[in-house]
T-cell receptor, first 111, second 115 residues
Framework: GEDVEQSLFLSVREGDSSVINCTYT??????LYWYKQEPGAGLQLLTY?????DMKQDQRLTVLLNKKDKHLSLRIADTQTGDSAIYFC???????????FGSGTRLQVQP | EPEVTQTPSHQVTQMGQEVILRCVPI?????FYWYRQILGQKVEFLVS????????KSEIFDDQFSVERPDGSNFTLKIRSTKLEDSAMYFC?????????????FGEGSRLTVL
């Protein structure tokens, strides 16, 4: 079945890089996504990557995709306290319109 | 910027009562979704809705659940007889569905507490 796995918690110091990892199950997913959830708020799309790409950079964010291993990562450069949140990866298997989310990684940024 | 809005932000109800959660998707979007998140757990898909009918639903979306688009703007989730385990944050989402990247736009959620 579909399952998207993430580690539950990551703690970094302000200014360091953060790397959040995710494994997904469906190698035919067209897009893979990273969403951010701040306390008490909904999910907000951070970035996405098309499945025929292996890297996408967007300002401080770098997404790496390893299709062979079905591994997705999100790197946040120069992590700030405002980056503290829960980060969800999600896949969109073909034939489905709905996204399947991982359990989320709580990122804690220490000053 | 257009956004998905949800009401109420928090509802407390007694077990066995009916609950209706309301959502106003972004106006030009064609696909609508409900997800839920039990405290500390995954964001789980419940149902998707397109062209005035359910296009997909999960195992969670049993006969106790229903969705409706009663007019051109609202999208509602009804739970007929709430159970303790229905306590969760319920998120509505929408997407354009026209040559898009599949991005879902989420509301801020409705927290349901069943006592």
């Amino acid at each position: 079945g579909e399952d998207v796995e993430q580690s539950l918690f990551l703690s970094v110091r302000e200014g360091d890089s953060s790397v959040i990892n995710c494994t997904y199950t469906d190698s035919s997913s067209t897009y893979l996504y990273w969403y951010k959830q701040e306390p008490g708020a909904g999910l907000q799309l951070l970035t996405y990557i098309f499945s025929n790409m292996d890297m996408k950079q967007d300002q401080r964010l770098t997404v790496l995709l390893n299709k062979k291993d079905k591994h997705l990562s999100l790197r946040i450069a120069d992590t700030q306290t405002g980056d503290s949140a829960i980060y969800f990866c999600a896949e969109s298997p073909p034939g489905r319109r709905a996204l399947t989310f991982g359990s989320g990684t709580r990122l804690q940024v220490q000053p | 910027e257009p956004e998905v809005t949800q009401t109420p932000s928090h509802q407390v109800t007694q077990m066995g009562q009916e609950v209706i959660l309301r959502c106003v998707p972004i106006s030009n979007h064609l696909y609508f979704y409900w997800y839920r998140q039990i405290l500390g757990q995954k964001v789980e898909f419940l149902v998707s809705f397109y062209n005035n009918e359910i296009s997909e639903k999960s195992e969670i979306f049993d006969d106790q659940f229903s969705v409706e688009r009663p007019d051109g703007s609202n999208f509602t989730l009804k739970i007929r007889s709430t159970k303790l385990e229905d306590s969760a944050m319920y998120f509505c989402a929408s997407r354009t569905g026209q040559g898009d990247t599949g991005e879902l736009f989420f509301g801020e959620g409705s927290r349901l507490t069943v006592l």
